[in-house]
């Protein structure tokens, strides 16, 4: 099935830096989510935007809905140790209000 | 409130056999989802339940691959005549729109 490209696919950083990862897709969504998911576990909904230019923050993470309803960036600021794990955007294509497209991940690792 | 719940969380089953999954979703949510995840990828969609609506199947990937809805609720995800390409984590999620809340998956392994 189709995944939008989600970079970059890991990254390893030191604990207080920023974070950025983006997704593209060749396809309109109409909302572009951003999940976390932890080692065993389902993923856990961080941020939802649901229009085009939209900028979602919660605590320190950060997400654009792009003006092109294409793509979609993540931005976690002065990470710490628990911000481990891998990341997936997530959309819903236009005129299909169900099913999500899912990204193909991006894996983060910080380091002390 | 009480989240998605699945069960069983680990599943080992011999080839061949068919396996139950079941998902229980958040209370009052209309929309009951079903994705798949190897090792190591991202989510595939499997099925969509919305209401009392026909399910979209269009992402079981062959007709071993079955789901129902009871009662607008509680969901099973029936896999007949396993095959070891069926492992993988299979997850549950639902909504009220368009945000899904996940649980947390039945990992399901075909020896």
């Known amino acids: 099935g189709q995944q939008l490209n989600q970079s970059p696919q890991s990254m390893f950083i030191q604990e207080g830096e920023d974070v950025s990862m983006n997704c593209t897709s060749s396809s309109i969504f109409n909302t572009w989510l951003w999940y976390k998911q932890d080692p065993g576990e389902g993923p856990v909904l961080l941020i939802a935007?649901?229009?085009?230019?939209e900028l979602t923050s919660n605590g320190r993470l950060t997400a654009q809905f792009g003006i092109t309803r294409k793509d979609s960036f993540l931005n976690i600021s002065a990470s710490i140790p628990s911000d481990v794990g891998i990341y997936f955007c997530?959309?819903?294509?236009?005129?299909?209000?169900?099913?999500?497209?899912f990204g193909t991940g991006t894996r983060l690792q910080v380091t002390l | 409130g009480a989240g998605v719940s699945q069960s069983p969380s680990n599943k080992v089953t011999e080839k061949g056999k068919d396996v139950e999954l079941r998902c229980d979703p958040i209370?009052?949510?209309?929309?009951l989802y079903w994705y798949r995840q190897s090792l190591g990828q991202g989510l595939e969609f499997l099925i969509y339940f919305q209401g009392n609506s026909a399910p979209d199947k269009s992402g079981l990937p062959s007709d071993r691959f079955s789901a129902e809805r009871t009662g607008g609720s509680v969901s099973t995800l029936t896999i007949q005549r396993t095959q070891q390409e069926d492992s993988a984590v299979y997850l549950c999620a639902s909504s009220l729109v368009d945000e899904q809340y996940f649980g947390p998956g039945t990992r399901l392994t075909v020896t």
């Open positions: 209370s009052g949510h209309t929309a």
């Open positions: 997530a959309g819903h294509l236009t005129g299909t209000a169900s099913k999500l497209t």
């Open positions: 935007l649901y229009k085009a230019g």
